[in-house]
């Protein structure tokens, strides 16, 4: 029933990781009240911003 997707950036530069966490924290930041909460899960943010 679930589906993942992913982007697989093949470079542990840790600036790199650090503007790509930054991007993603614009992208969804966290507190926001998203649809998923509606299941009672309170992770939306980390759904769609997991790496």
């Given at each position: 029933m679930h589906i993942t997707a992913?982007?697989?950036v093949n470079d542990a530069?840790?600036?790199l990781i650090q503007d790509i966490d930054e991007w993603?924290?614009?992208?969804a930041?966290?507190?926001?009240?998203?649809?998923h909460?509606?299941?009672?899960e309170d992770n939306g943010?980390?759904?769609l911003k997991s790496r």
């Open positions: 992913s982007v697989y530069e840790d600036g993603l924290e614009g992208l930041p966290c507190g926001k009240d998203y649809r909460h509606r299941t009672g943010d980390a759904h």
